[in-house]
């Protein structure tokens, strides 16, 4: 059974970090890249970053590029989202999701093979 189970998630103060975890397991997790989305209350699902586009390169949003980490542990299948200098408007439910092969450029969502439960995020002001 493939499953992805983010955690990590709580509430802190803005200026704050926290780091996400995506555990694995399923599937063969070398074969895939990891990405993270967040949606907020009465807002679509938004990619967040992804290990690897097909052309190699890391996607970070604009919104969270220099305060937001992506990294990942094989030997422990597990992907982390270091999330620092978090602001009221990161607020979301995070989720992780694995595809293969790596995502075109610009279709992110799309190219998603499995998704996990989300893990909420709350940033208070």
């Known amino acids: 059974e493939v499953q992805l189970q983010a955690s990590g998630g709580g509430l802190v103060q803005a200026g704050g970090s926290l780091r996400l975890s995506c555990a694995a397991s399923?599937?063969?997790?070398?074969?895939?890249?990891i990405a993270w989305f967040r949606q907020a209350p009465g807002k679509e699902r938004e990619g967040v970053s992804c290990?690897?586009?097909?052309?190699?390169?890391?996607y970070y949003a604009d919104a969270v590029k220099g305060r937001f980490t992506i990294s990942r542990d094989n030997a422990k299948n597990t992907v982390y989202l270091q999330m620092n200098s978090l602001k009221p408007e990161d607020t979301a439910v995070y989720y992780c999701?694995?595809?293969?092969?790596?995502?075109?450029?610009?279709?992110?969502?799309?190219?998603?093979?499995?998704w996990g439960k989300g893990t909420q995020v709350t940033v208070s002001s």
């Open positions: 999701a694995a595809a293969s092969p790596p995502p075109r450029v610009g279709y992110l969502s799309d190219a998603m093979n499995y």
């Open positions: 399923g599937f063969t997790f070398d074969d895939y890249v």
């Open positions: 290990e690897s586009y097909g052309d190699g390169s890391t």
